[in-house]
């Protein structure tokens, strides 16, 4: 007779047990040291000497640092939900963090090595988690979720155009690739926004969520991969007309606020978990709506590339976080004091840094300021309530 105990098969160190715990932790304290660094710089203190330069740094940074992070996280943990397969863990997951941190000490202090050195450590991260996650969705065979895995390649087709670009000196590639990435993650909350957003609020509204309109949910993630190609084709170097890609992301805009407007978050206002989903998917639609109105020449794209940036993805980000930090850890779902203050704050950067600097433009310093201070307060309130949760184990006992 075996009397032996049962093997436990969790990594012990609680860290390592699934990615949303090590990525969520570690993009997020990333996020507020590189908006340090920014806030420095618009104030005359250079406090790094960054590959490509400050302005490059940040740009990739916030999008190859911080939201690539955050995206494999989620992914990487959602899909062991999906497939019932266990996700990357333990010493495979801490050698992924590992490339990740190793990508972003190396572009923050490249030390005179070789920038195709500083491009193959950062490149190689989105492929491999695009790697994982198609392992497991492939022997799950569950299809519909495979579409998430070219998307992370194309991730990182966008970062490759980056590197490119500052190598090689070519300022478009580097803001078409960092256009690209902007697109291709609104995407994904297109994408995730649309099973998870209706099906939380209907739940907490203890009411059926509504049916979807298969015409709407074509015309919506069309509309918005139509918005990919024309950008993947202007990356290419193909002159695709402004008022042909301004017409297409009006489009995507408009299916994306009808779609919206029928998951109920008028009836979310008591939930700033919820409320917070509803209003940063609506930054998609608005930054898209701008930025058709940038490229007939209204304003400046990267005013809507931020209101897509901040309201959009920050915030979702933001709120995706704290949720999910909390089911995975055994707690219960509830908005932790100060949450619905850092989502304000986001919505507040959003709108100063787009919309409202776009009709004053002569207060951009004060504006600058005050959208990085308020990102910052974001994420401190953010690691103030959920550092210790994802250091530790699940209060249930459960695995993961």
């Not at 019932?84 to 990508?103: D, F, I, Y």
């Not at 202090?109 to 450590?121: K, M």
């Not at 930090?325 to 908005?335: F, N």
Request: proline residues 6%; contains cysteine; glycine residues 8%.
């Amino acid at each position: 007779m075996n009397t032996s105990p049962p093997v436990d098969r969790q990594p012990r160190l609680p860290l390592a047990r699934l990615a949303f715990r090590p990525f969520f932790l570690l993009a997020s304290l990333f996020s507020v040291l590189a908006m340090v660094v920014w806030f420095a710089f618009w104030h005359g203190d250079i406090l790094l000497r960054p590959h490509g330069g400050l302005m490059w740094w940040h740009q990739h940074e916030m999008l190859f640092g911080f939201g690539a992070a955050v995206v494999a996280g989620f992914l990487l943990t959602a899909v062991q939900n999906w497939t019932g397969r266990k996700s990357v863990s333990g010493a495979p997951l801490l050698g992924l963090v590992a490339l990740w941190l190793a990508a972003r000490l190396l572009l923050a202090y490249p030390s005179g090595l070789p920038p195709w050195l500083l491009a193959s450590v950062d490149l190689a991260f989105l492929p491999l988690a695009a790697l994982i996650m198609a392992r497991l969705v492939v022997a799950a065979k569950l299809w519909r979720n495979l579409m998430f895995v070219p998307v992370l390649l194309l991730l990182a087709t966008a970062n490759l155009a980056m590197h490119v670009g500052v190598a090689q000196g070519k300022l478009a590639l580097i803001r078409e690739g960092a256009y690209l990435a902007v697109l291709l993650i609104a995407v994904l909350m297109v994408l995730l926004g649309g099973r998870v957003i209706p099906f939380f609020t209907s739940r907490k509204l203890g009411r059926p969520q509504p049916a979807p309109i298969p015409q709407l949910e074509k015309l919506t993630l069309a509309s918005v991969l139509a918005v990919v190609l024309l950008q993947l084709l202007t990356l290419a170097g193909v002159a695709v007309p402004a008022a042909l890609h301004a017409a297409v992301m009006l489009v995507a805009a408009l299916a994306g606020f009808v779609r919206l407007a029928r998951w109920e978050g008028h009836r979310t206002l008591h939930e700033p978990l919820l409320w917070g989903l509803h209003l940063s998917y609506a930054f998609v639609p608005v930054g898209l709506a701008m930025w058709a109105m940038a490229l007939l020449g209204a304003f400046r794209v990267e005013l809507a590339v931020h209101a897509l940036a901040i309201g959009g993805i920050g915030s979702m980000m933001l709120a995706m976080m704290a949720r999910v930090s909390l089911g995975h850890t055994g707690r219960t779902i509830r908005t932790l004091p100060g949450i619905g203050v850092g989502l304000g704050l986001m919505f507040t950067a959003a709108l100063l840094r787009s919309p409202v600097l776009a009709a004053f433009p002569q207060i951009t310093h004060w504006i600058y300021n005050l959208s990085i201070l308020f990102w910052c307060i974001a994420y401190l309130i953010f690691l103030f309530h959920y550092t210790l949760p994802l250091l530790r184990a699940r209060v249930d006992g459960q695995e993961g």
